[in-house]
């Protein structure tokens, strides 16, 4: 049991948490700048990062915006700035990564693609999809996923995505919307974020009800034991995101052992992980 790991030290050894890192919001290169979340120039960067030669990183988040004012498919956290980058022009951006000859992990293993739809479509976070915003948010997401995988297949990269959002409405328009080809079957992902009030993107995991959700990814500064526990026992994945890795990070990273960290301190956490 991972709970249970540090009650044991005195009678076995237990190994160091393994975890896959992901660059959060595609901006992990330090020091790191929220401005720079979702911006080409951050994911530049991100996917140079190297430690021995070797890729820092496992992978990394895109965060995917439907931006109703002029109907585009964009790369961006929010609209907090001016972001004009298009999904179309990102995707080539991985593509062109994934054609690069060399590692493009840390580990040698797939690289992880986390795509995070965004569940608004304004400034305020109350602006929400109407039905057509979610067919045409979704059919972008397609789109950048066969651009991406294509160029994986012709460069012999094996990948894991994933695919996740705050509105779990979007999450089935998308799962609707499935190819009849899918190269690499997306997993699915909810997420136990901060808890409202403080966001109030978050939802319970019941309004995810009829979905195949194999993922959860917490907070690691809100965790619930109960709660935590509660998702292993159903065979839910877990992985922690975070803004600023603290000692309170850490210290959830050797408790609970997820099996992915999303970070924006990509040097600071691969040397801690592999301390």
């Known amino acids: ?24 919001n595609s901006n992990c290169a330090e020091p790191t700048d929220p401005e720079n979340d979702d911006s080409i120039e951050a994911l530049d960067e991100s996917l140079a990062l190297v430690q021995d ?46 054609a690069t000859p060399g590692p493009v992990t840390f580990g040698d293993g797939p690289f992880q693609l986390f795509i995070e739809l965004k569940a608004f479509v304004g400034v305020e976070k109350s602006q929400r999809h ?18 991406v995988t294509d160029a994986a297949i012709a ?14 409405e979007l999450l089935a328009e998308v799962i609707r919307q499935t190819p009849a080809a899918v190269p690499f079957p997306p997993g699915y992902e909810a997420f136990y974020g901060v808890p409202r009030p403080l966001d109030s993107e978050t939802r319970p995991l ?18 619930i034991d109960s709660q935590y526990e509660g998702l292993i026992s159903s065979g ?15 210290a959830a990273i050797e408790q609970y052992e997820p099996e992915w960290v999303n970070t924006s301190e990509a040097r600071l956490m691969r040397r801690w992980l592999e301390r």
């Open 1 to 24: 049991m991972r709970i249970i790991c540090s009650l044991a030290l005195l009678l076995v050894a237990c190994d160091r948490p393994h975890a896959y890192m992901i660059c959060h």
């Open 130 to 147: 109407t039905p057509e915003q979610r067919m045409l948010h979704a059919a972008c997401m397609w789109e950048f996923y066969k651009t």
């Open 53 to 98: 030669g070797r890729p820092i990183i496992d992978g990394t988040e895109i965060d995917l915006f439907w931006r109703a004012s002029d109907s585009q498919c964009i790369f961006a956290h929010d609209l907090a700035s001016a972001r004009t980058e298009l999904a179309t022009t990102t995707a080539q951006v991985l593509a062109d990564h994934l």
């Open 155 to 168: 460069n012999g990269r094996d990948m894991k995505v994933f695919i996740a959002s705050f509105s779990p």
């Open 236 to 250: 839910i994945h877990i992985g922690f995101f975070m803004f600023s890795a603290t000692e309170e990070h850490f």
């Open 206 to 223: 019941s309004d995810y009800a009829g979905l195949p959700i194999q993922y959860v990814e917490m907070h690691s500064q809100w965790i």
